[in-house]
């Protein structure tokens, strides 16, 4: 062979390697063997009273459109926010944020493992490179809403224009759209200083209706319409004014495996499931929550019964909806949450409560981790009774105002709080059907 010919051939294979080398490099400077935010941060009772305060100072059925109005966000509470948030979409993903005057940085923190559209195979060929993807992205104020000044995944800088369009599609592809565009027309402005940022918005006349319209998506709408039918079916055929919920949980739960079976998602239709139970439990229906859905048949109006009470049904089922969401600890802390609110005015703190959300949360968990197996217990296996659902709770103290569970057992965390919610959680995992 030639000099000029094995020049060739170099040059070639060198033309066919450096794609590749490029893309190790690349691979070997994004992805990174920490991950730079260690864990989402957890929800405390009081952030949850935060968030529900937020919510009801700013709720746009009070806001006259068109009136300017502010909203002071610390710190915490955006990183709370943030780090569930990420959690609902990618469940290994953790995040951080840091406000300063003029700016904020944001890092979050996603394990490979939990980006499902990147598959087992190609995370495995990356995890010699590192397993964690750490992004961080500068925002700068601006006269609106802030803009990405500077951005880095791992230790590769990222143009910010780049990010802007990755984002940008992330938001159509998750279906995100609607609720990005309202806070564009929503939002004035918002400014950082150091520990926290001043949202300032208006809402408009249009605001409300599409808050409520963004809550789901025409798709999962659809797919609640088979359910609320049913349970309006149902509950025309009970004599009588109450049910108790295994009846109606196994009946939507048939209609949850046999559409799975016809090749429907089995998450997502327990998802449906649970959520027009949710809503029946609490007294409402899909079009209390979806202008689209008010012409849909409605069920009637019942006391749904599980241990003989009317309130265990509403702990169980929304702490399971919460979690076929995504947020096992936002489920915890919002029937956490609850609790000592009673205890500091309402019906007092209530272990047995706690017990129902609990059980709740487990039910969620296996709605999510094994669909279809849940729907053959509930809806293809012996009849359902409430102590396959609800552990033996009548022992458990209740109705505690703040002074006596505080003397009893020390408060949230303390010792004799947490032996007792072991306690609790050995019963609920002796149940077959939670197992």
Not at 180 to 204: I, S, T
Not at 359 to 379: I, M
Not at 389 to 399: G, I, N, Q, R
Request: positive net charge; without cysteine.
């Amino acid at each position: 062979m030639s000099r000029a010919s094995r020049i060739a051939l170099v040059l070639a294979a060198l033309a066919l390697l450096l794609p590749l080398l490029a893309a190790l490099a690349l691979l070997s400077t994004a992805l990174q063997r920490e991950p730079a935010v260690v864990g989402a941060a957890e929800l405390a009772p009081d952030d949850v009273a935060r968030a529900v305060s937020l919510a009801r100072t700013h709720d746009p059925r009070r806001a006259r459109p068109g009136v300017v109005s502010t909203a002071l966000v610390q710190e915490r509470e955006f990183e709370v926010l943030l780090s569930h948030g990420a959690r609902r979409w990618l469940p290994g993903t953790s995040g951080r944020v840091e406000f300063a005057r003029g700016s904020a940085l944001v890092t979050l923190s996603t394990h490979l493992g939990s980006l499902p559209q990147l598959g087992a195979s190609a995370a495995a060929l990356a995890a010699p490179f590192g397993r964690w993807l750490n992004v961080e992205i500068e925002l700068q104020e601006t006269g609106g809403l802030p803009a990405i000044g500077s951005a880095r995944v791992g230790g590769l800088p990222m143009p910010a224009w780049l990010l802007e369009r990755v984002a940008q599609r992330a938001l159509e592809r998750s279906g995100f759209s609607a609720e990005w565009q309202l806070a564009q027309d929503v939002v004035r402005r918002v400014r950082f200083d150091a520990g926290r940022a001043l949202v300032v918005y208006a809402w408009q006349p249009d605001s409300m209706q599409r808050v409520m319209a963004s809550l789901l998506t025409p798709a999962e709408l659809e797919r609640l319409k088979p359910y609320q039918d049913h349970l309006a079916e149902l509950t025309r055929s009970v004599s009588g004014w109450q049910m108790p919920m295994v009846q109606a949980m196994t009946s939507l739960f048939d209609v949850a495996a046999r559409r799975s079976a016809e090749g429907g998602d089995a998450v997502a239709e327990n998802r449906a499931a649970l959520v027009v139970l949710t809503l029946f439990a609490n007294g409402r229906d899909v079009g209390s929550v979806a202008p689209a859905a008010r012409g849909w048949a409605r069920p009637r109006p019942l006391r749904m019964l599980l241990g003989g009470r009317m309130d265990f049904p509403q702990h169980f089922l929304v702490s399971a909806a919460l979690v076929t969401e995504g947020t096992s600890p936002l489920s915890r802390a919002i029937g956490l949450y609850k609790e000592v609110a009673d205890s500091r005015g309402g019906s007092g703190f209530s272990f047995n409560d706690m017990a129902a959300n609990r059980a709740g949360t487990r039910f969620g968990e296996l709605a999510l981790q094994q669909p279809a197996e849940l729907q053959r217990r509930v809806a293809r296996g012996r009849p359902l009774r409430d102590e396959d659902l609800l552990p033996a709770v009548a022992d458990l103290p209740e109705f505690m105002p703040e002074a006596e569970f505080r003397r009893r057992f020390g408060g949230v965390g303390a010792p004799a709080y947490e032996a007792l919610l072991s306690d609790i959680d050995r019963r609920i995992a002796s149940l077959p059907l939670l197992r």
